[in-house]
């Protein structure tokens, strides 16, 4: 009859055991998973600052290089506002400069330079109609150089 008695103390005992280890194992995946979603989503945020991706929709993108402007030439309406992405292309171990560049209109006033490998988005609105010089006067020439100018 002890045999019995202990049976069910034991049987209790072991019920205890396997709800514990089927609870910990639950909450060890549970932290798995979560882990891994915060580290993905991280990565997708670090990815997305270090490109510094913009984030204006409908932004015209110049991208400039040492090899000039491109596109060399905007269109857009006086009185409304144009969003503008400026992309550079150059890394900080670009020779001329440090892989800075600029983007200027003098006869609208703007005036913006950009760290190498970086993107920016830059709205105006010109004031008045007109034909107007873009340039870079950091680098590869400066403004004498036809690619450095649109």
Same mark, same amino acid.
């Given at each position: 009859? %002890?045999?019995?008695?202990? @049976?069910?103390?034991?049987?209790?005992?072991?019920?205890?055991?396997?709800?514990?280890?089927?609870?910990?194992?639950?909450?060890?995946?549970?932290? &798995?998973?979560?882990?891994?979603?915060?580290?993905?989503?991280?990565?997708?945020?670090?990815?997305?600052?270090?490109?510094?991706?913009?984030?204006? %929709?409908?932004?015209?993108?110049? /991208?400039?290089?040492?090899?000039?402007?491109? %596109?060399?030439? &905007?269109?857009?309406?006086?009185? /409304?506002?144009?969003?503008?992405? &400026?992309?550079? !292309?150059?890394? !900080?171990?670009?020779?001329?400069?440090?892989?800075?560049?600029?983007?200027?209109?003098?006869?609208?006033?703007?005036?913006? !330079?950009?760290?190498? @490998?970086?993107?920016?988005?830059?709205?105006?609105?010109?004031?008045?109609?007109?034909?107007?010089?873009?340039?870079?006067?950091?680098?590869?020439?400066?403004? /004498?150089?036809? @690619?450095?100018?649109?």
């Amino acid at each position: 009859m %002890p045999a019995q008695s202990a @049976s069910p103390r034991n049987s209790r005992r072991r019920r205890v055991r396997q709800a514990r280890g089927v609870g910990s194992r639950r909450a060890l995946a549970f932290g &798995l998973i979560a882990s891994v979603v915060l580290a993905l989503a991280g990565y997708l945020l670090l990815s997305a600052f270090e490109r510094g991706e913009p984030t204006s %929709p409908g932004a015209l993108t110049i /991208e400039f290089s040492m090899s000039g402007f491109s %596109p060399s030439r &905007l269109v857009a309406r006086a009185g /409304e506002p144009v969003t503008l992405r &400026l992309v550079n !292309k150059d890394s !900080k171990f670009h020779t001329d400069g440090g892989g800075w560049h600029q983007f200027a209109i003098d006869d609208l006033g703007i005036d913006v !330079k950009l760290p190498p @490998s970086k993107t920016q988005d830059f709205t105006f609105t010109a004031a008045k109609s007109g034909n107007f010089e873009f340039y870079c006067d950091v680098c590869c020439g400066g403004r /004498e150089n036809p @690619s450095m100018q649109g």
